[in-house]
């Protein structure tokens, strides 16, 4: 027997070496470079290799939402983003964004409640922040197409709208603001017709206001202002008051109102009331106009349209009194908000 024969077995196999690819990413801002498998998931690089976990692994087929990331400025699924498409390239996740303009998403998403498990939240946040990156205003139709990606099983998607809805007009107003914020040491150089000019409708179409607090300058703060001008129509005459809350527009009911009021009111849904709510919104106003004279007024920034509606109720029992103390309070309030956003 020839044994050079019997001792040639096969030589054993070996398992083919896997490529792999030198990353190059910047992740919110910060570069980083990765040895990696050609085809290693974004979603997997974010959560294991760099500790990003606010990106969610869910359905892993690109049809819920959960792991939705910008990648050059774009949204996208990273469970169907492979390294090799991602080389090079900007990365932002939900945790970049604490650093962006985004804050008033989160912070709408939190006032209004809109989470419960809270898996899918990151995912919808970076989808409602690709919206408004490119429209600072969308109806109800755009944000529904724009959250079509992103699924929630926990909760109504009419929050979600309302929550977006809410940080369209903070981003909006934040904008405004930082474009046209007035400093008190200018507001106190004006003269009376300037002065006007800027702060007069603080109080809705009633520049008055702001006429009389004009001859008060020099102010050393923004609440001194406030106060004076709250003096000047605390000491103005009843009929002068009710022309003030007149002034006023129906909540919810589309009627004509001054810019800031449609701002004031979209921030929390009321210009896209469904059906169902509008009417009740018009019927509940209706019949507060019938008894006091003057329409509801109440300072919406922070509120919801079910505790609107509620003090709409409560406040229907009040007797005439007692309720035009509480609308002025309420238009004192709202002249509050307005002079933070208008001086800094």
């Known amino acids: 027997m020839d044994m ?9 196999l070996q398992p083919p070496q896997t490529p792999k690819l030198e990353l190059k990413l910047f992740v ?19 959560r294991e290799e760099l ?20 990648m050059d400025d774009k949204l996208v699924n990273s469970c169907l983003v492979m390294a090799y498409q991602a080389n090079g390239t900007s990365i932002y996740t939900i945790e970049g964004l604490a650093d962006e303009e985004i804050q008033p998403i989160q912070k709408a998403f939190l006032e209004e409640g809109e989470f419960q498990c809270g898996y899918c939240t990151p ?23 724009a959250l079509s990606g992103n699924l929630c099983r926990c909760i109504g998607y009419g929050g979600i709208i ?17 474009e046209s914020s007035l400093s008190l040491k200018h507001i106190n150089q004006m003269n009376k017709e300037e002065f006007v000019a800027e702060v007069g409708w603080i109080f809705e179409h009633s520049p008055w206001v702001a006429e009389k607090a004009w001859e008060s300058l020099p102010f050393t703060s923004r609440q001194e202002l406030l106060q004076t001008m709250e003096t000047i129509v605390k000491n103005a005459e009843q009929s002068l008051k009710l022309t003030l809350l007149r002034a006023h527009p129906d909540l919810g009911t589309k009627l004509k109102m001054s810019e800031v009021s449609q701002n004031e009111q979209a921030g929390i849904g009321l210009d896209q009331l469904p059906n169902e709510e509008f009417v009740q919104f018009v019927s509940l106003n209706q019949r507060y106009v019938e008894k006091f004279g ?21 406040r229907a029992l009040n007797t005439y009194e007692d309720e035009f103390l509480a609308a002025l309070n309420e238009v004192y309030k709202i002249a509050g908000f307005r002079l933070t956003d208008a001086i800094h």
Request: with cysteine; aromatic share 2%.
């Open 123 to 145: 995912g919808i946040i970076m989808a409602a922040k690709a919206l408004l990156d490119v429209n600072n205003h969308p109806n109800q139709e755009q944000i529904q197409e």
């Open 51 to 70: 500790g990003l976990t606010g990106t969610k692994i869910s359905c892993e087929i690109g049809r819920c939402g959960a792991c939705a990331i910008h």
């Open 294 to 314: 003057f329409p509801f007024i109440m300072a919406v920034k922070g509120q919801s349209k079910e505790s609107i509606l509620m003090a709409m109720q409560q």
């Open 162 to 178: 309302r929550a977006v809805q809410r940080a369209s007009v903070s981003l909006k107003e934040k904008q405004t603001s930082s």
């Open 28 to 46: 919110n801002g910060v570069s980083h470079q990765l040895t990696v498998a050609p085809a290693a998931r974004m979603v997997d690089i974010l």
């Open 4 to 12: 050079k024969k019997i001792d040639q077995s096969p030589t054993p």
